[in-house]
């Protein structure tokens, strides 16, 4: 394990990335004013295949429009003639400081919204003063982001039916240093989305000759992915031998998931990794019980944005009973439906200490790379200011309920 972290080490390049905040909006995306207009660009310069694998949720999207109903549900409260003069939008994040309640959503395959994606977003996120969270489904591999940034990423965990190699990842992941581990537990099978079906993104997938003709007009997506250091499973490279196509380890990976998947290995993954963990996936209060009592350091609020149970609640509204549950027993986090910093005021007076968000950077990645990440952070990062302002809290820790409606 040594060798392998001195490895990783000695892979460290001089791309270094600038450790100050940023609070600049990158001069090719100033007439960008709200994460929506990044989802827009983002669908004109993205393959309809991998825009479309970004979107969609899971079976007929229920859970995926509850997630943004239920928010935009949640009325705050105006409030005025407080002193906001003192406003300031950082806080921990398991001990470690953040310039806001927030960091990156684990994203599959995110190296295909735009080329060497998971670098450039991992770049965004530190500049900010945020964390970012690699997949083990990413295009760049632990080591390719490792040797490309200079502060510690979190490192997102599935369990697969190979033990060994769930085993392997953990401990690539101690040898890059990664500062915390996401063990996502909400994917024992996976749920079905209807677009990847009907764009060739299945097992096996079978990429559809109107998706090859859509491809060849985004050109600079072309480029820029066939420039970048990978265009297949980065973390799945030699695993099986000979065969290094996206195709055949993408039919792997989706036989690899695992519905025996229990408590248990929750247990197994504790006595593995000896860093922070946090679980992602939970939605049942009672799960979330279980959780604080594994010894891990979080949950994460999650339904996959809502990419699994259809018909799931929403996360928003099943928060409260979470919280309510853990109590001070773990650190709750909360994603599913965040696109602006209005919805992470929200989420935050409902009781999480912070937030992930998915699309909302992924629309960010897809429009401008490490520029358009940056700017979905700083969109998010003056909206939840100024909604600071106009609820009539200075801190983060004074948020809670009061800046609700009832
Ligand atoms: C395109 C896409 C790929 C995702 N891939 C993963 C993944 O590999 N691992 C994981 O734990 N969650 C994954 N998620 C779920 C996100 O981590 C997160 O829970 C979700 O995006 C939050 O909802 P939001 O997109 O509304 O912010 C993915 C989500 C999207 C949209």
């Given amino acids: 394990m040594a060798q392998m972290r001195q490895d990783s080490l000695n892979q460290k390049t001089d791309e270094k990335v600038s450790t100050t905040i940023d609070h600049a909006i990158p001069a090719v995306m ?7 207009d990044l989802r827009q660009i983002a669908r004109r310069k993205v393959p309809r295949a991998f825009f479309g694998y970004a979107e969609s949720g899971s079976y007929s999207g229920e859970t995926l429009r509850a997630n943004r109903a239920d928010m935009e549900g949640i009325r705050l409260r105006q409030r005025v003639l407080v002193d906001v003069s003192r406003r300031d939008t950082s806080t921990t994040i398991l001990g470690e400081r953040a310039s806001l309640p927030l960091a990156l959503a684990p994203i599959g395959m995110a190296g295909l919204q735009w080329g060497d994606g998971e670098i450039l977003a ?46 392997a990842l953990i401990e690539r992941a101690a040898a890059a240093d990664c500062s915390a581990l996401v063990l996502t537990v909400d994917l024992q099978v996976l749920g079905q989305r209807h677009a990847d079906i009907k764009n060739g993104l299945s097992v096996p997938p079978s990429l559809k000759l109107k998706n090859l003709m859509d491809m060849a007009t985004k050109p600079g997506w072309v480029y820029r992915v066939l420039t970048g250091k990978r265009w297949t499973f980065g973390n799945l490279a030699g695993r099986l031998e000979g065969k290094e196509a996206v195709t055949a380890l993408a039919e792997w990976i989706a036989h690899q998931f695992d519905p025996t998947l229990n408590w248990k290995d929750v247990e197994w993954v504790r ?24 010894g891990a350091e979080a949950i994460v609020v999650s ?3 809502g990419r699994q149970l259809d018909g799931a609640a929403s996360t928003i509204s099943m928060l409260p009973r979470v919280v309510e549950a853990v109590g001070s027993d773990i650190e709750v986090m909360f994603d599913g439906g965040i696109r602006s910093g209005q919805d992470v005021m929200r989420a935050i007076a409902l009781g999480a200490k912070s937030c992930l968000v998915g699309r909302a950077y992924i629309y960010g990645l897809g429009a401008g790379g490490q520029a358009g990440v940056a700017t979905a952070i700083e969109i998010i990062r003056k909206e939840l200011d100024v909604t600071m302002a106009l609820t009539g809290v200075n801190s983060i820790r004074e948020i809670d309920r009061c800046v609700l409606v009832n």
């Fill in 30 to 36: 100033k007439n960008i004013t709200c994460v929506e």
């Fill in 122 to 167: 991992c770049r965004a996120a530190h500049a900010a003063g945020i964390p970012y969270t690699l997949g083990t489904l990413s295009i760049c591999s632990i080591e390719d982001v490792a040797g490309a940034v200079d502060k510690p990423f979190w490192f997102q965990l599935y369990v697969m039916k190979d033990r060994g190699f769930a085993r």
């Fill in 271 to 294: 006595s593995v990794w000896p860093g922070k963990l946090i679980i992602k996936g939970i939605l049942d209060h009672e799960d979330a019980k279980s959780a604080a009592k594994t």
């Fill in 303 to 305: 339904n996959h944005g």
